[in-house]
């Protein structure tokens, strides 16, 4: 199997691929002889023949733990093992689903992504995106944008849970412009969190290498600034509200590397609340009277990373005029820090 890709996205920021997806086949008694290519194709959903040739020819196709050839015969109980680096997804479909338009013109929109919206189909996640109402919502238009990687548009990309402005090109063009933006660090963006404890200092800058954990590779791991592994990630952080067991910060890229606020706050011993993924979602004592119940009913309040993509500020891709926009906090981040003051505000009486 080969090594997993690394792709760019439009916003020039390096992340790596999706994990390669396995199938494991086992042939029936075989009533007609048939080439491998051909089985397959009809065998995996959403697996075209070009695709299935296209593995043959990389080694990703064994049979009986060999590699073999696409005019390959298959024989009754043969065991077929097959790689996607991508997993075979289906053709991108225009879904009538409400979006939050920030700004629109010819060139562009600026949406604020609800949480629980995935931003483009991936595996598990075929319809139901921000890339299905995209194309709804441009229409006759959406012919001008590129949908042979199922991102149409889209100049840079949120975690599903993760709420707030993000970019779409109507054009190649402007594609390209707001692109060259991300890739040049032009663009500015600033997220607001709400995590666990107070930092020591009350702003700062981590920096580290982010990269995939050795132990899980859905997660991201820190590693020692430019050093061999991952890649260089550099944060700014800034303490908006102290809220004594939590804090309110405002977060500043640097660099776009996957899940990077997420890491580097668990890196700086303050994890997002309700991110799972990097312990921020576990039932923790508190200093005051029934506090794991507050925080039971805090996480139900807001099952997810509170995280969200507060600004954002960049050129116009044709008349070149700044262009600044803000979202406000969503509501559920909003009744979780309104609960916590209240917590905080009675036990400082």
Known sequence: MQNQPVNTQSDGSEIEGPEPKKVTLQVSKVQIPMRIDQYLSRQVENATRNKVQEAIEDGRVLVNDKVVKSNYRIKSWDLIEMTFLRPPAPELAPEDIPIAIVYEDSELMVINKEPGMVVHPAFGNW???????????I????????????????????????????????????LHRLAKQFADRKVVKTYKALVWGVPATPEGTIRTNIGRSRKDRKVMANFPYEGEEGKTAITDYRLEEDLHWFSLLSLTLHTGRTHQIR????????QILGDATYGGASIRNLDFPKSESF?????????????????LSFQHPTTGKTLSFHAPLPLDMAQAIDKIRV???????
Not at 127 to 137: D, K, Y
Not at 263 to 270: E, Y
């Open 263 to 270: 890491a580097h706050m668990q890196h700086l011993g303050h």
């Open 343 to 349: 917590i905080y505000r009675s036990a400082n009486r």
């Open 139 to 174: 229409g006759e238009n959406a012919g001008s944008l590129d949908e042979s990687e199922l991102r149409p548009g889209i100049v840079h990309r949120l975690d599903k849970d993760t709420s707030g402005l993000i970019i779409i090109a109507k054009n190649p063009t402007a």
């Open 127 to 137: 319809t139901g995106t921000l890339a299905n109402a995209i194309l709804h919502h």
């Open 295 to 311: 925080v039971r009913n805090l996480l139900d309040l807001l099952p997810r990373q509170a995280l969200h993509a507060e600004s």
